[in-house]
Every structure is written in C-alpha cells, then in structure tokens.
C-alpha cells in the first residue's frame, strides 16, 4: 500500500476545509467592509470621532473574545461528539449553551454598562472625547445578550459543519448595520439623483447613531441566529435539558476556560497597549484605530482557516482518525501560509489608498501607512499560529496557546511597548514593531509544538 503523498493530502482535504472555511471567509469579509464603512463614516465626522470610537475598541474585542472562549468549549465537545457518531450528545451540549448563553450575556450587560462612564479614564481618553467614548460604549454594549446567542450558537452551527447559516446571518447583520448607519449618523440633506434633489432623512446622532445602528444589528442577529439554531436538524437545543448539567459542562470548560483566560488576558493586553498608544495623542490614536481595521480585512483567511481547522481536527479525534488528523494538518499549514503571503503582499502595495479611506489628515495616513506597511511582512507567520491553535481547540488542548499568548502579549507586546513609549518616548511606530515581535514568537514557539507533536492527543 502506498503512503499519501503530499499533493494526495491536498486533493483529498481540499474540498473539506474549503467547503468549511471559504463561507467563514465570506462572512468575515462582510463585517470587515462593514468595519470599513463604520470607519469611514465616523472619519467623515473628523479625527476626535475616529478617536472616540477608537479608543474603547480593545474593551469591545476582550468582550467579545471572552465570550467566544465560551463557544470554543462547546465546538470541541460537539465536534468531537458528531466524529464519534453521538449525535444526541452533540444536542444535549447545544441545550447546556443556551443556559449558558443567557448567563453570560446577563453578566456581561450589567458589567458593560455599568463601567461605561469609567471605561474611558481608565484608557487615558483625551478628557475633550471622553464624553464621546462613554456613550459610544454604552449604547454598542446595551444588547449584549443578544451578541452573546450570536457569537455562540454560530459557533455551535460550525461545530456541526454548518458555516453557511453564520455566513448568512453576518451578511444580513452588516447590511443593516450599513443602512441604519446612512440614516443615524447624518443630519437630514439633500442628494442629488438624475437631476432631482432628494431629501434623505437622518438622526443627525453622529458617534452615538453609529453605535445605535450597531446595538440594533446585533439584535436582529442574535434573535436570527437563534432561530436557525433551534431549527437545525442535528443539534437544535428544542426539547433538551436548560438545568446545568455538570457532565457536559465540565469537559466544555475545561477546554473554554484555558481560551477564556488566553483571550480575557491578551485582550487586557490590547487594552493595555490601545492605552499607551492613546496617551501618545489624537493622531496615534486615530492612525492605530484605521490601521487595525484596515489589517483585521487581511486576516480573513486566517480566521476561515482556524474555523476548518477546529472543526475537522474535532471530527477526526472524535472518531479517532489519527491519519486524517495528520492529513488536515500537512494540508492546511501550507495553504494557510500562501494565503497569507499574498494578503502581505497586497496590504504593502495598497495600505496608502486604503487608509485614505477613512481620513484626509495628512499626518494619519503617513504614519497609518508607515506601520500597515511594517506589519505586512509579519502577515504569513502570523498565519502559522493562528492554524495551529485552531486544531489545537478542535482537539480540546487550550493550555498551550494560553501559555504561549501570554509570554507573548505581556512579556513582548506590552513591556516593549511600555519601555518604548512610556520611557523612551517613542512612537505608534515603535508600538507596532514591538507587536510584530509579538507575533513572530508566537510562530516560533507555535511551530515548536507543532514540530514536536506535542500538539496531538494521545488516541
């Protein structure tokens, strides 16, 4: 018999991680250009709005990412359970989710809006746009518990393989955010359409209409995603049991906890580092929020890809395949390091029209360019990591990544940072070079395990 080639593993998982990963990819590309658009929109309000929205936007991610720890527990354990054949156990899971769901989201709102008003003074706001934050935060931050059902029962229909219902459920969720956006940051005006003048109506709210048309997409997308989750033929929670059940709960947590720390502690991290980067003034500030929007488009395969990865590499523990575990991984690394030495490329070649998007202030796209163009050359290592960990979740090992991101953020990321800024007094370049070492660690000290097979589950 011979043994699989390479170019044998590509052709036979090929179709399985793109049929997983491109309506991922998709999705993330629609919120990306909707991130786009809400940038451009409030940069057309001038460079304190941009900083306004900017500034609390690491408190969002850490938020967010913290709850995504959560699905993270429950895709291991669903995964694992529909390689194994146990369809019923999968559903069982799904049950737990909505209790839980509904904890954290009640958690997260009254801890969200009740820090609103100090969130701003803790990340050194410029006191003129403090005001400003505030209410941008409070009001994006109202509806969390529907952001929460969206964030995990997506998570949930990917572990069973379904990426196409999230994808869709995020293209509705970006419209309506654009549509709401046009009508409540403007002021009611006039616009011109084969030769007539027509007036649009508007809200005229500014930063606080972009954060209302956000909170009411995440409405809409949770009360969606929750509907598609209850009518899903393989893991609707309909009919199982809401009281915590220890027996499912304690193998999700034991894989959500570790990703919830990692995520809870990198995330304070890029708290830590916006709020350095915001003490340095409102050109940084507004140059390092377009720079991360323009970047997080360039990521899209790296995300697509870890979503494949996690939920093919559960499949294949579950049934305990450990060839097709082998197969996904000598497939997918490769790919996901070519897609992401061409997203670098195109980043370098277009990061200056891209950022003149968002602003016209001269000295923002010069030092937004400046650092785009830096972080471009780190893009396919950083891809590495991000693969790697993704099985490494599917699998239910979290405790590695966990260890290796906080080495990375606290011992690289921030120290740097802080010596950089904070005593040398340097700039948001030396802030992002100090972020790009970050990353590469990550891909040594990811490739490392990798190499080894410490990554692997004994089967």
Not at 317 to 328: I, M, P, R, S, T
Not at 384 to 402: C, D, L, N, R, Y
Request: net charge positive; glycine share 10%; proline share 5%.
């Amino acid at each position: 018999m011979h043994k699989p080639t390479r170019q044998n593993n590509l052709r036979s998982m090929l179709p399985t991680i793109l049929a997983l990963a491109v309506p991922t990819m998709l999705e993330q590309l629609t919120q990306t250009a909707v991130q786009y658009i809400d940038t451009a929109m409030v940069g057309s309000l001038g460079t304190q709005a941009t900083a306004a929205v900017g500034a609390t936007s690491t408190i969002i991610w850490m938020v967010g990412s913290t709850i995504s720890a959560i699905g993270v527990g429950f895709l291991a354990y669903i995964s694992q359970a529909i390689g194994a054949g146990h369809v019923e156990e999968a559903r069982k899971a799904s049950g737990q989710a909505v209790t839980i769901t509904l904890l954290a989201g009640i958690l997260f709102t009254a801890l969200t809006c009740g820090l609103s008003g100090v969130i701003p003074v803790w990340m050194q706001v410029d006191p003129s746009i403090r005001g400003m934050a505030s209410r941008y935060f409070l009001i994006i931050y109202s509806p969390m518990l529907f952001r929460s059902a969206s964030i995990i029962f997506g998570t949930l229909l990917r572990a069973a393989g379904d990426t196409k219902t999230p994808m869709k459920v995020g293209i509705l969720v970006n419209v309506i955010n654009v549509v709401m956006n046009y009508f409540l940051i403007y002021a009611p005006h006039a616009v011109s359409l084969f030769g007539l003048s027509l007036k649009v109506p508007g809200a005229g709210w500014g930063v606080e209409g972009a954060a209302a048309a956000s909170a009411i997409s995440f409405v809409v997308g949770g009360t969606v995603m929750t509907i598609a989750l209850w009518k899903h033929p393989r893991i609707s929670p309909h009919k199982q049991r809401k009281r915590l059940d220890p027996a499912i709960l304690r193998p999700c947590f034991r894989v959500a906890l570790p990703n919830m720390l990692q995520r809870f502690a990198t995330t304070f991290g890029y708290v830590a580092f916006a709020s350095m980067i915001n003490s340095l003034g409102e050109t940084s500030t507004a140059a390092h929020t377009i720079a991360n929007t323009v970047e997080s488009g360039f990521y899209i395969p790296g995300w697509g890809m870890q979503t494949a990865a996690a939920t093919l590499a559960g499949n294949a523990y579950g049934a305990h395949d450990e060839q097709k575990l082998k197969n996904l991984s000598r497939t997918i690394i490769p790919l996901e390091v070519g897609l992401m030495v061409v997203t670098g490329g195109l980043l370098f070649a277009f990061a200056p029209v891209l950022v003149r998007i968002f602003t016209k202030d001269p000295e923002v796209i010069l030092l937004g360019t400046t650092v785009l163009r830096m972080v471009a050359f780190s893009e396919p290592f950083y891809g590495i990591p991000i693969v790697i960990e993704g099985m490494m979740q599917g699998v239910g090992k979290t405790v590695a990544p966990f260890v290796f991101n906080i080495v990375g953020m606290w011992g690289v990321r921030i120290a740097g940072t802080f010596v950089c800024t904070q005593l040398l007094g340097y700039g948001l370049v030396a802030a992002w070079a100090c972020m790009i070492a970050h990353n590469l660690l990550l891909c040594v000290l990811f490739s490392i395990h990798y190499l080894t097979g410490r990554w692997k589950p004994r089967m």
